[in-house]
């Protein structure tokens, strides 16, 4: 019992780690000598990257991102037996990822909102659920010119395609929960949204 449950601390630390490796922060850093946190948003995110480094640079921290959220979920997926046929492990990393993304711990827990890394995360627990939601976000995304709208729509649709997909109950309530954490940390986007002063993709 005690190594089981080492093993699923183990799983969180590391996943929390390996979230928080600040991508854009390294990418801006290293192209520009600017901190991200500085400038738009002060998010780590590709959103904000873009604002600096432009298009090619948002996909290249957006997948590197999601990437950075489908490890360690693969890895537990893979390697952990604990509870293994709940995908207890799984969801474990999956949050810590996130949570590691959004307040890292190299970068005095101030980090991006975790969209990508929160559709990387899905895409391992369920490829059929993550691919889908990143079509919704490419498309909501598209009409609207609003990333943040984009975001928000796609993340909230996700436990119900896990739902529909008959995946693991702990899988859904983790899309349910990830959904609420991450459009909270939207709050500033649907407030600005509302007063009509939101960026759009240009």
């Not at 970068?107 to 969209?115: A, D, H, M, P």
Request: aromatic share 10%; hydrophobic share 55%; net charge positive.
């Amino acid at each position: 019992m005690i190594i089981k449950f080492a093993e699923l601390i183990i799983t969180a630390v590391v996943a929390y780690l390996i979230g928080s490796i600040p991508t854009g922060y390294i990418i801006v850093k290293t192209k520009t000598g600017q901190d991200i946190r500085q400038v738009g948003s002060g998010s780590t995110g590709a959103t904000n990257v873009k604002r600096v480094l432009g298009k090619k640079w948002f996909f290249i921290v957006m997948i590197l991102d999601a990437i950075k959220g489908a490890i360690p979920v693969l890895l537990a997926k893979y390697f952990i037996t604990t509870a293994a046929h709940l995908g207890l492990a799984d969801v474990i990393a999956a949050v810590a990822v996130i949570i590691g993304h959004s307040k890292p711990v190299f970068l005095g827990f101030k980090g991006g909102k975790s969209v990508a890394s929160g559709v990387g995360t899905m895409l391992a627990l369920n490829w059929i659920a993550g691919l889908s939601i990143a079509v919704i976000w490419a498309i909501i995304t598209y009409f609207t010119k609003y990333v943040s709208v984009g975001s928000i729509i796609a993340l909230a649709a996700s436990p119900f395609i896990m739902y529909y997909l008959n995946a693991p109950l702990a899988y859904i309530v983790y899309c349910s929960i990830g959904a609420i954490y991450i459009i909270y940390l939207h709050r500033e986007n649907i407030k600005r949204l509302i007063q009509g002063c939101e960026n759009k993709v240009r």
